[in-house]
Each structure stands twice: as C-alpha cells, then as structure tokens.
C-alpha cells in the first residue's frame, strides 16, 4: 500500500468527527433513562423487529468480517461466502426451535439458560468462556481489524474504543442497538459504493471470468481446498454457526431484548436475509482486487487498498465512516455482552442481595475493564496468517462442548446436569489435546473445519452415555426447555390468526429458497 498516499480532506475528517460525537451524545442521552439493570442490559425488553435485525447484522458484519471476507476471497476465493449464506440457514433454525424457548425463560444470559437447562456449574462454564472469546476473539480481533485501516488516519486505534466504550458504559443495550441501525445503513451504503467502483475498474464480469482462476468463483470446493472443502462446509461450518447465531451472548443478546416471541423471530430472519447480499457488495471485491492489486503483501491488507486507493475526497469519508461504524458495532457489542455477563452470571449469582441499581453501576465499571484488556490484547492478533483464520480457529478448538449441551438439551429430556458437567470437563481436555497437537506440534495436518465435528460428535457421545449411566439428580426437570412436535402443533393453531407475511414459517421458507437461490448460480 506505500504505492498511494493516505490524505483526508476536511469534508472527510468533518464527517468522521460529527459521528464520533453523535454517537457518544446518543449514548449519553439514553444512559440518562435507566433506572434498573433490565434497562441497561436488555433495552427494557421493548425492541422491534427492525432494530434486531439490523444490529444482529451490523454486529456481525464487523470491520473484522469486511477484512477478513475481502482478504479471504483474494486469497482463497469466494469460498468464504459460505460463512454468510450458513448464517440464513442457521437463524431459521434458530427461530423455530431455540428462540421460544430463551424468551419465554425470561434470563438475562445465555449462560443463564443453559443452568435453567442444566446447573449452575456448566452456566459458570460458559459464562466464562463467552467473556474469554467476548475480550480475545470478538472484541480484540475488531481493534486489529480496525488498526488496519484507522492506523493510516489516527495515530491510535484505541481512541475508537474509548468512544465505543463511552457510549455503550453510558447508554447500555439501547445505544448499542440504536447505533447498530444507522451503522448498518453506513456500512451497507460504504460496501455497494466500494463494490461499484471496483467493479467498474476491471470492466465487466468477462474480463474477471477470463483473468481468475474458476476455484476462485466457486461456493462448492473440492476436499483438499485450502479455504472451504465441501465437507468443512456441510459438518463443520453449521457448528460454527450454531454457536455464534444461537448461544454467543454478543448476538443473542439483541433477541433477548426484544418486546415478544414473534419481533424475535422477525428481527432474526431479517438479519439472515441481510446476509445474502454480501457476497456481492463484500466478498466479491475481494476478487476484483486479484485483478487490482496482485502483488498485495498480505490479504488483510484488500480492504484498506480498495478503500483509500479508489475512493474521492468526500466519499472517502463516508465510506470510512461505514467502516469506522462497523468496527465500533462489534466493539460495543461484545463489550456490553461480556459485561452482562460478568455482572448478571458472576456479582449477582454470588452476591444476589445487591439492588437492580447497584448492578448496572457495576457493569458500567466492568465494561471498563474489559475494553482496556481487549486493547492490550489486539495487537498479538498479528502473528497469524490472516485475521479471519485467527477468528475460526480459536472458535473451532472451543465451543463444541457448548455446542453438544444446547443441541443434545433441547431435543432430549433424558440429558442431565451430571452428564453436563462431564461433558464440559472431558470435552476441553480433548479439545486441548488436539489444539496443542496440531497447532503448536503439528504432529498432523488437519483443516480447521474438520476439528468441530469431531469434538463435536465425541462431546455428544459422551453427554449421552453419562446421561445414561449416571443418576439424574432429583431436583432436575427441565422438560418446558425441550422442544416437542406439542409445540410445534400448537403453534400451528395459533398462526392461522396471523396473515403470510408475518408468519414466520413463510418467511423462513423464502428466505431459504433465496439462499439456495444464490448457492446454486455459484455453484
């Protein structure tokens, strides 16, 4: 990137400036409304269909996924894509089946489901490893990203996450959701406008047939694709997603918020259809930059070269403001998440004499904390071969155990917290076993989307075969949180009340066809 100069105009500094402050003040302003943790925490439980989906897609589509998807497809090809396309599918199943179940148990965390589910030792579990990847994963790899691109322009990147901070320690769940609208508006305006200006570089769609390589072009890869084998697709890319769309307190935390069952499951499926459409505005730029920018010394490096190298003064700063946006969606969600759940699944279990008020002052100071640790931390991403790598890998080794207990727990009555515990226990010694195996002795070679399925499988064995063989502890009943053909048939009855369009049966079966739709023309 030394081959162009990275010069702001005053229209475009003008712009970025005037969002930094609407964006604190907007935070401010809502900060001063709450009075109790439900609140600060969950908007008051009074969200909208519209502001869900947007914010569950400006909260994912995140300067770490604008990076990583563009630095992906210029390296190994619009493969990638199937990360955002699983995501539709994944949020369909989602709001058929796991959705009811977390709103109606009326929890502030998913790490509070799962004790309702099973016990308080796996609902510790998992509090702590959603902070774990909250601080080093999701938030940290959201600085790097954002260094990247911000370094060129701010002398240091963390100044984004003091004003992420500032919005969200004093705004809560609101500002976070309320921000996450208009930032994903920014980010959907800067990504088409980016996409269209390359495109129009190269030409047309027979000039980047004819100069990329077909696997390139290609969703559906052969076994020994180094990005995304078919069968890494089909037994280890649902897994990931399951776990990020349907347990990551960052995500499912705006569901939680939402005013009832059916502005849940609205907002849910909007945001898988919001997905769609990225292949076309995010990934495929990545592609035009083969074209563009061939001898790029590193594939993180596409976005911030299409986006200072072809954009003019005055757009510049729009787009940047997208990306600025992006970033600060994913800082400020997995800030006021891992927050949640330091406060709601730790200082309250232990110490439940304090008052609502007391505990949302006590967020406030731990979403402090957490934002300084994630700026320690973000700098270290660099030794890896590439962000979106770092962000699946880490993923890949951790959450197959909780992916087992929440599977296995809402479609089987018989597992129980016994067998919870084993499971959390034996499955992290497994997975810690193969991480240090094939990722620091790399006594064996094996793709990152294989690892899943395996920990996976095993962790389900064994969570069946001590639910068995162990005895289910007295005090266990948790069968209201196990799905059943009952409730599907009951909803059956209540739907005929609601016309098509709010039926969120039809809509899940449009947007599935939508997404076939897409997978099939790139096949």
């Not at 502030?108 to 601080?135: H, K, Q, S």
């Not at 907002?267 to 001898?295: E, H, N, Q, R």
Request: proline share 4%; net charge negative; with cysteine.
């Amino acid at each position: 990137m030394s081959n162009f100069n990275v010069e702001l105009h005053t229209i475009d500094i003008t712009i970025l400036v005037a969002y930094f402050l609407f964006v604190m003040g907007l935070g401010i302003y809502l900060g001063r409304k709450y009075k109790d943790a439900e609140d600060y925490f969950l908007a008051g439980r009074s969200m909208i269909w519209p502001f869900i989906g947007l914010s569950l897609f400006a909260s994912n589509i995140s300067s770490t996924t604008l990076i990583g998807l563009a630095g992906e497809a210029y390296g190994t090809g619009i493969s990638v894509f199937n990360y955002e396309w699983m995501a539709a599918v994944v949020l369909v199943f989602f709001a058929i089946f796991i959705l009811p179940f977390v709103l109606r148990s009326g929890v502030y965390t998913m790490p509070e489901f799962l004790e309702r589910r099973f016990d308080g030792r796996a609902r510790v579990y998992f509090a702590g490893l959603t902070i774990f990847l909250n601080i080093f994963v999701d938030t940290a790899g959201s600085l790097f990203a954002g260094a990247l691109v911000i370094q060129m322009v701010f002398p240091d990147v963390a100044i984004l996450a003091v004003v992420a901070g500032v919005y969200t320690i004093t705004g809560g769940l609101a500002a976070v959701i309320y921000t996450d609208a208009i930032q994903a508006i920014l980010l959907i305006v800067g990504s088409v406008v980016i996409s269209v200006i390359a495109f129009d570089k190269i030409g047309d769609w027979d000039t980047l047939v004819s100069q990329v390589s077909p696997d390139k072009l290609s969703l559906v890869r052969p076994l020994d694709d180094p990005g995304v084998p078919w069968l890494g697709l089909v037994v280890g890319v649902p897994l990931l997603g399951f776990y990020f769309w349907c347990t990551n307190q960052f995500m499912v935390q705006r569901v939680l918020s939402a005013k009832d069952i059916n502005h849940g499951r609205w907002g849910s499926l909007f945001a898988g259809a919001l997905k769609l459409p990225v292949l076309f505005i995010m990934v495929l730029p990545g592609t035009f930059a083969i074209i563009l920018y061939p001898d790029l010394a590193r594939p993180d490096l596409v976005y911030p070269t299409l986006l200072f190298d072809l954009l003019p003064v005055g757009l510049l700063g729009l787009v940047l403001a997208g990306f600025v946006a992006a970033l600060m969606s994913q800082i400020d969600s997995t800030l006021n998440s891992a927050s949640t759940l330091v406060t709601m699944d730790f200082v309250r279990k232990f110490h439940p004499e304090l008052s609502s008020h007391r505990l949302l002052i006590i967020g406030r100071y731990v979403t402090f904390i957490i934002m300084v640790l994630a700026v320690l931390w973000a700098p270290q991403i660099e030794s890896f071969s590439s962000l979106f790598k770092y962000l699946q890998k880490v993923l890949a080794y951790a959450i197959p155990p909780v992916v087992a207990l929440f599977l296995i727990g809402s479609f089987w009555k018989g597992a129980h917290a016994k067998a919870a515990f084993s499971t959390i226990v034996l499955g992290n010694l497994l997975s810690a076993g193969l991480f240090i195996a094939i990722e620091l002795l790399e006594v064996m070679s094996l793709h990152f989307l294989y690892v899943p399925p395996i920990l996976f499988v095993v962790c389900c064995f064994i969570l069946i075969i001590f639910s068995i063989i162990l005895p289910k502890g007295a005090e266990e009943d948790a069968t209201d949180l196990v799905w059943t053909k009952g409730i599907y048939d009951a909803e059956t009855i209540e739907l005929k009340a609601y016309p098509w369009y709010q039926n969120y049966r039809v809509l899940s079966v449009i947007l599935l066809s939508a997404t076939a739709a897409i997978v099939i023309s790139f096949w």
